[in-house]
């Protein structure tokens, strides 16, 4: 199992920008799907995008599409995730994972790993 360490994370006024960047050790990085997921106190865990092996398709939940991009660098083993125009009800833990599925899936069932996440805090 891959194993993913996430930073980047912090506070930012409604309307900034973080990236968040996911590195990711001990497995063939190329041949995980990734995505990167959120929770909110109170909240189930949601699904935001995912990215294939090749960084070539993306899929992005209707909540972040036009404000998140997700990107990765499978030389440098990471995948990012750029958001802008943040706002209030952005506040969670975001978390990256992987999966060893052959399909793209927004499922939290079918990610086999996950890190530790990381706290985005959007004041208004």
Same mark, same amino acid.
């Given at each position: ?13 409604? &309307? &900034? ?9 001990? &497995? %063939? ?25 090749? +960084?070539?398709? /993306? =899929? ?8 998140? /991009? ?8 990471t995948v ?10 952005? %506040?969670?833990?975001? =978390? ?6 052959? =399909? ?7 990610? +086999?790993?996950? &890190?530790?996440? $990381?706290?985005? $805090?959007?004041?208004?």
């Amino acid at each position: 199992q891959v194993q993913l360490v996430e930073s980047g994370g912090g506070l930012v006024q409604a &309307g &900034g920008s973080l990236r968040l960047s996911c590195a990711a050790s001990g &497995g %063939t990085f190329s041949n995980y799907r990734m995505g990167w997921f959120r929770q909110a106190p109170g909240r189930d865990r949601e699904f935001l995008v995912r990215i294939n092996r090749s +960084g070539d398709m /993306t =899929y992005y939940a209707d909540s972040v599409k036009g404000r998140f /991009t997700i990107s990765r660098d499978n030389a440098k083993n990471t995948v990012y995730l750029q958001m802008n125009s943040l706002k209030p009800e952005d %506040t969670a833990v975001y =978390y990256c994972a992987a999966s060893s599925l052959l =399909y793209g899936s927004s499922r939290v069932a079918d990610f +086999g790993s996950w &890190g530790q996440g $990381t706290q985005v $805090t959007v004041s208004s």
